[in-house]
């Protein structure tokens, strides 16, 4: 599945000829046998009927396969607080694309973003965008403790190496009190799978590409890898990493996603935006997602831009999985600690203090601080929905 548009589902065939384009790509609608299961880009599926993909004749959905993996996501605000929605199946690699400045980063949404990752079996991948711009060594200290690999881009609005222009991505619901402002100044111390099917039989196939064995990407595994002489805007070292997987690009309003997938894939034509210069927000650009085939194999996911992303129906214990760097440390809390800042001789609070393990220097111990707040911050919804009568 590569989009979804008011009841119509957009499919790329695995046997590409069927279609008289030999471009693969139908329309389909859902079958009433399928029922009320939510189908999601990514998905991969069974169609049956005409499957030419001429103008105006459509397919039928059949059948969705099991899911490798599942992205969701909770609803934050209204009646429908609290819901959990299904974002994109299939995909391995969440890339978290933030700018370095212009609008300032957000790691608490970072955060939230990494705890998805591992929720759903995807290995995130911390993509920087406008490093002409401000030192990303500040938002870098916070996630290179944890094995989280980092890319840095210098891509501007208009396109590749564009210094200081500002790359938007569209946006979505409005944030969460104590969101949006959490920017790490610089500075500071502290698929698209495809469908698959055959004329009238439902016939399925793999859909997109499993990359069962991915390539390494670049060299190393953490810290900014990215621009350098060879690779000037850092691109070279996306595209490496993303060929031969399935990602999905999230990121909140205005940090460049829609400009990065410009650069990956031609001819997207993915639109871009500007930073609102009263708010520091982006504006709204693409408002759906959709799967794109990346040139040299692989698929890449857009998606819309928002400025919150709801983790509440991660469980407590896949929360704490989200922060590998306290894992470790609430190894040593007493028995039924639930980590929140009330909890008597909770071993996360003497971390913070720098009570544990070798002295610290103040700036690593605002670090430190910072860690377990985020996290505290996304365990109260975890541990409200386990259990909803807790005071």
């Known amino acids: 599945m590569t989009r979804i548009d008011r009841g119509h589902y957009r499919v790329r065939l695995e046997e590409t000829g069927l279609t008289q ?26 169609v049956v009927g005409d499957v030419s993909g001429r103008k105006d004749t459509l397919a039928r959905l059949v059948r969705t396969l099991p899911r490798r993996t599942l992205l969701r996501r909770s609803a934050e605000d209204g009646d429908a607080a609290g819901t959990e929605r299904p974002v ?29 990752a591992y929720d759903a079996g995807m290995e995130p991948l911390l993509v920087l965008t406008k490093s002409d711009l401000a030192d990303a060594a500040p938002l870098l200290r916070l996630y ?28 979505g619901p409005g944030g969460r009190a104590g969101d949006e402002d959490d920017g790490v100044r610089p500075g500071a111390t502290g698929t698209g799978t495809t469908g698959t099917g055959t ?33 000037p805007t850092g691109i070279e070292a996306v ?60 698929w890449v996911i857009d998606t819309p831009g928002v400025r919150s992303f709801g983790v509440a129906h991660v469980s407590s214990a896949d929360v704490l999985r989200g922060f590998p760097d306290l894992v470790e440390v609430a190894r040593d809390c007493p028995r039924g600690c639930t980590h929140e800042a009330d909890q008597l001789e909770c071993a996360l609070d003497e971390w913070a203090a ?38």
């Open 21 to 46: 384009d030999g471009s693969g790509d139908i329309t389909a609608v859902k079958a009433r046998e399928l029922g009320r299961g939510k189908v999601v880009v990514g998905d991969q599926v069974s």
């Open 88 to 116: 994109v199946a299939n995909a391995d690699l969440l890339v978290i694309v933030t700018a370095v400045a212009d609008p300032q980063p957000r790691p608490r949404m970072i955060d939230r973003y990494l705890v998805a």
């Open 144 to 171: 290179e403790p944890l094995g989280v690999r980092s890319l840095a881009t210098r891509l501007g609005a208009q396109g590749a190496g564009t210094p200081g222009g500002r790359p938007d991505g569209p946006t």
């Open 199 to 231: 004329t009238g039989t439902g016939t399925t196939g793999p859909g997109i590409e499993d990359p069962a064995a991915p390539g390494p990407g670049p060299e190393g595994t953490t810290g900014a890898a990215g621009s350098g002489p060879a690779d």
């Open 239 to 298: 595209r490496s990493t993303l060929t031969g997987r399935v990602s999905v690009l999230v990121g909140h309003s205005g940090v460049g996603k829609s400009t990065l997938i410009n650069n990956l894939v031609p001819g997207a034509d993915r639109a871009t935006g500007g930073v609102n210069e009263v708010t520091g927000r982006g504006r709204h650009t693409s408002a759906s997602l959709q799967a794109l085939q990346l040139p040299g194999g692989g």
């Open 354 to 391: 720098g009570a544990v393990g070798p002295a610290q220097e103040a700036g690593a111990l605002v670090v430190r601080r910072a860690r377990v707040d985020s996290f505290r911050r996304l365990l109260a919804p975890a541990l409200e929905a386990e259990d909803p009568t807790r005071p």
